[in-house]
């Protein structure tokens, strides 16, 4: 007597979104910065932003990117990966670099920085085109701000900076609404929080679309 023949199919991916967490550790991170360089707080306690870009924007962030590579998720590891790495390379250019470059031209090095993020923001912005209004809201705030804080630090314009830090604040609030909207709509199973999804956007993404 012959056994049925039985096919091996994969079990199902149980990986919760790791969107909301990489979301929320950018929020946080961008919130804490962007109120020193909108001088909204004294200068002076400027390390404290350290720890969290450490430890929340960075370590998590990044670990967040990564989960969404195991999701088969290209743009938000892309996003997460990139942008846990910028705070881990903030955290060291400040604590490591920063203090050690020529007091006339340092402004350029960190200019370039902020460049090369606001280049690698910009063309994210496009793909977050494909992903929901939340989302993309981030990516066009967050150009904003690179590009204002890169012509900033080449113009050493402390106005500008305050500029750049206001826009700053603005885009931690969307991060964090976008964050808000994932993992509450995760938890409830159903759209309580909009995320307004664009068209022809894909279902897959940081911020999902089955609960826009």
Same mark, same amino acid.
């Given at each position: 007597?012959?056994?049925?023949?039985?096919?091996?199919?994969?079990?199902?991916?149980?990986?919760?979104? %790791?969107?909301?967490?990489?979301?929320?550790?950018?929020?946080?991170?961008?919130?804490?910065?962007?109120? $020193?360089?909108?001088?909204?707080?004294?200068?002076?306690?400027?390390?404290?932003?350290?720890?969290?870009?450490?430890?929340?924007?960075?370590? +998590? *962030?990044?670990?967040?990117?990564?989960?969404?590579? #195991?999701?088969?998720?290209?743009?938000?590891?892309?996003? $997460?990966?990139?942008?846990?790495? $910028?705070?881990?390379?903030?955290?060291?250019?400040? #604590?490591?670099?920063?203090?050690?470059? %020529?007091?006339?031209?340092?402004? *350029?090095?960190?200019?370039?920085?902020?460049?090369?993020?606001?280049?690698?923001?910009?063309?994210?912005?496009?793909?977050?085109?494909?992903?929901?209004?939340?989302?993309?809201? @981030?990516?066009?705030?967050?150009?904003?701000?690179? =590009?204002?804080?890169?012509?900033?630090?080449?113009?050493?314009? +402390?106005? =500008?900076? #305050?500029?750049?830090?206001?826009?700053?604040?603005?885009?931690?609030?969307?991060?964090?609404?976008?964050?808000?909207?994932?993992?509450?709509?995760?938890?409830? #199973?159903?759209?309580?929080?909009?995320? $307004?999804?664009? @068209?022809?956007?894909?279902?897959?993404?940081?911020?999902?679309?089955?609960?826009?």
């Amino acid at each position: 007597m012959s056994t049925p023949a039985t096919t091996d199919r994969p079990a199902p991916d149980t990986t919760a979104d %790791p969107g909301p967490l990489g979301l929320a550790g950018f929020a946080a991170t961008t919130f804490v910065l962007s109120s $020193f360089n909108a001088h909204l707080i004294d200068q002076n306690l400027l390390t404290v932003v350290l720890p969290l870009a450490l430890f929340y924007g960075g370590l +998590v *962030q990044l670990l967040a990117g990564m989960w969404e590579f #195991k999701k088969g998720n290209t743009f938000g590891a892309t996003a $997460f990966g990139s942008y846990g790495a $910028f705070w881990l390379s903030y955290a060291a250019y400040v #604590k490591f670099v920063v203090g050690d470059l %020529p007091p006339d031209t340092a402004n *350029q090095a960190t200019g370039l920085y902020l460049l090369i993020w606001a280049i690698f923001t910009v063309y994210m912005t496009v793909a977050a085109l494909r992903t929901n209004a939340a989302l993309f809201a @981030v990516f066009v705030a967050l150009s904003a701000t690179f =590009i204002v804080l890169t012509i900033a630090e080449f113009d050493t314009s +402390v106005g =500008i900076t #305050k500029v750049g830090g206001w826009i700053g604040l603005v885009t931690a609030l969307l991060a964090w609404y976008a964050s808000f909207a994932v993992v509450t709509n995760s938890t409830w #199973k159903r759209a309580v929080v909009p995320v $307004f999804p664009l @068209v022809g956007a894909h279902r897959a993404g940081p911020v999902e679309e089955a609960h826009s």
